[in-house]
RNA sequence: GCCGGAGUAGCUCAGCUGGUUAGAGCGUCGGAAUCAUAAUCCGUAGGUCGGGGGUUCAAGUCCCUCCUCCGGUACCA
């Protein structure tokens, strides 16, 4: 790393509490998240992985209302299902917390009152649609109505799906409302306000001094600061969120975009409860030796690198983030992955049927880094068949083999080296040092490239060493290949970690190793020793047919 | 409309501040090997870098313009 940095906090985007997860939401920010904070602690650094749900906002009041239930009976669904879902896909989260919890309550209203206790926010009342019926403010995209500019009949308050003409909801002409249809009157309501436009050179400046952040998100936050910032109102009328702590405000909730970024730190707080350490999360969210990365699709840009920076600066006690890596977008076979039903993969789903370590492989080498990509299913395949089988999992297995049929089920010695040992030795070291450079600087997908490519050089190492000869002929020459090779099975362990969890620790079990072994220290060295006792191997990636993938298409 | 991103081999993707014959994996075709989940390794072929114009000794890379796709557009998150 650039700086000594003591410790490192690493979010993924909360997850809506709306609906199911699905494999974009993995793509985007879930999974490079993970990777990035499996390599951390390989190097034994100190680091926090926070995520949760996200479980506010007018969206949620809205599918309750639709579906005459609760909000809480929502959210307890789709957290308790994503959250199984992503532990299913290995997500090694220090806490995986929800926003319905009292500490972020309490967390997001302590807040809000630093803010308006140094007199930052101020209010300001506006003319806003109003249901009778429903008794209650109607959201701009709740509100249907007659598009001023073309007549399109189904314009919503937010903009004109037709003509793509930017809107309020006053404009619209005949406005109802998008749940009951009836019609809604201009009522008057009065709201704090975030002075977003007094950060904008603070967040310009702080800005400028990253050198390594994503060009597209440099980019997308300099359109913004060159159309201006404005200020942002914080709270809304809605009956479900967190209550606005102010007396003669009480009705009134926390805009959601304000409270869930807090979700980091109260989830960090909440960690540090179960720890019996309450104090403990001070230690890296009011220390400027922390490294705090978000990572997150570019759909949330704005919040993670401007507005959330802005309201920490307002506050003042907290660490910035060092880095917002922002992912493009993963679409399903060419199409939008979350447009229509029948076009989307819930993790939930795929975990059932596919080896969660396929999954996160196949996705981790076509991460959507620098652009929009594409899954598919046939690429899952092959990824599957023709790289972790063929190539990391048969030069396991075909290690194994020899270890148990010539050399009793131990790690052979290692004798004489010849030129071509030290060389597959410094084959690995080299690759070591580039994937590590690849981890710190967020590109994974090189990250697996390389990676497996030391695995390519190892099965050209096995075939050009010939040890089935070496058996017959040269027992001794035959004992130093195969002692390299577990080597070599002992550091893939290690080197693959970050993306394939599950099937590391089999590794580790069948090399009869145990978790200190896994350290990215022990990766570039050959640490096994001659006559230790190996497990019985098994098939790391079963082969899957073509069947299987016709039944997923 | 406005802001930002993208369009590169049959497919999926790399190509930092412009610099010799544009790269990788898969797929194709050929070869070597036979220990291994018939799994490996080597080699071959494949592209007027979305269209057009410009700057430059030199452009996939910079500028202009047009087409297509994606995200945002401040009350969806």
Known sequence: MEKNYKKILVTSALTYANGYTHLGHIAGSLLPADIYVRFQRLLGRDVLYICGSDEHGTAIEMSAIKENITPKEIID????????????????????????????????????????????????????????????????????????VCGFEEATGDECENCGSSLTPLELKNPRSKITGDTPVVKESNHFYFPLSKYQQSLETWQGTKNNWKPNVINYCAGWFKKGLQDRAITRDLDWGVPVPVEGYDEKVLYVWFDAPIGYISATKELFIERNNPDGWKDYWYNGETKLVHFLGKDNIIFHAIFFPAMLMAHGDFVLADNVPANEFMNLEGSKLSKRRGNIIYVKDAVEKINPDTIRYTIASNMPENRDTDFYWSDLQAKNNNELGAILGNFINRTFVFANKYFDGTIPPQNELQDIDTNIKLRLNSGLEKIEADYENYKFKDAVTDSMNIVRDANKYFNDTEPWKAVKENKERCETIINICLQLVHSFAVIFHPVLPFSTEKILHMLNKGKEDLSWDKAGDFVLKPGHRLNQPEILFNKIEDSEIEKLS
């Open 77 to 148: 669904k789709y957290h308790k299902s994503n959250k199984k879902a992503y532990y299913d896909l290995g997500m090694s989260f220090d806490i995986y917390s929800r926003t319905s919890t009292d500490v972020h309550r309490a967390t997001s209203q302590d807040f809000f009152m630093n803010l308006y206790n140094k007199d930052l926010l101020y209010t300001k009342t506006e003319k806003q649609l109003y249901s009778e019926k429903e008794k209650r403010f109607l959201a701009d995209r709740f509100v249907i109505g007659t598009c001023p």
